[in-house]
């Protein structure tokens, strides 16, 4: 019940086009999900996050889109360049403390120029 | 502001060793998570703590511990090694719990069993 599944494992998108990045949950305890991006010899680095109160939320080229009722939640990468080329993880974490946060399994991005 | 550190940032050891990680978090920060990430089973949650005291633990044999220090500082042991927990291992550190609390990652130890 605590797993998150993430879809596809890895992505090759030309320079100007759209990354689209899809994870789905099972557990409805679950009322916070971040995304993160990792570089090759970095740590994860949290991207955008969003709560399940909204639909959608955007911050510069990256927005996610968030379906309470299909327990669906998605990163698109809008106009996407060589410089976004990293592996992107959905996760979820449950209200309140103490919960753990639940990652998907990554999906490495390649943007070709 | 200075980010998560984490030390060594390499290491090499011999089946049925063991071995100590450290991480020392954002000045500030009281919560700090460790994660193991492989290749075949992704970012996988140890264990966090807060304020000494270890909340939460996650499918990991008692073979992984940790503790947290006064000064918020964590260390991380795994006895008696074995080929597969070789891994990149991950701390993260926020302000406190709560759903909402950011949690910014270190670069991590890349830890090789031979």
């Known amino acids: 019940q605590q797993q998150v599944k993430q879809s596809p494992q890895s992505l090759i998108v030309q320079k100007g086009g759209i990354s689209i990045i899809n994870c789905a949950y099972e557990n409805t305890a679950f009322d916070y999900f971040p995304w993160y991006q990792q570089f090759p010899g970095k740590g994860p680095a949290l991207l955008i996050a969003i709560r399940p109160d909204v639909s959608e939320k955007k911050e510069g080229r990256f927005t996610i889109s968030f379906n309470k009722s299909a327990k669906q939640f998605s990163l698109h990468i809008m106009d996407s360049q060589p410089g976004d080329s990293a592996t992107y993880f959905c996760?979820?974490?449950?209200?309140?403390?103490?919960?753990?946060?639940?990652f998907g399994t990554g999906t490495k991005l390649q943007v070709i120029p | 502001k200075a980010g998560v550190t984490q030390t060594p940032r390499y290491l090499i050891k011999t089946r049925g060793q063991q071995v100590t990680l450290s991480c020392s978090p954002i000045?500030?920060?009281?919560?700090v998570s460790w994660y193991q990430q492989t290749p075949g089973q992704g970012l996988q949650f140890l264990f966090e703590?807060?304020?000494?005291?270890?909340?939460n633990k996650g499918n990991f044999p008692g073979r992984f511990s940790g503790r947290q220090f006064s000064n918020s500082r964590s260390e991380m042991n795994v006895s008696t090694l074995e080929l597969g927990d070789s891994a990149l291992y991950l701390c993260?550190?926020?302000?406190?719990?709560?759903?909402?609390?950011?949690?910014?990652f270190g670069p991590g130890t890349r830890l090789t069993v031979l």
């Open positions: 000045s500030g920060h009281r919560s």
């Open positions: 996760a979820a974490k449950g209200r309140g403390g103490y919960q753990k946060v639940t």
């Open positions: 993260a550190s926020s302000l406190g719990q709560g759903s909402l609390n950011e949690q910014f």
């Open positions: 703590y807060f304020s000494e005291t270890q909340r």
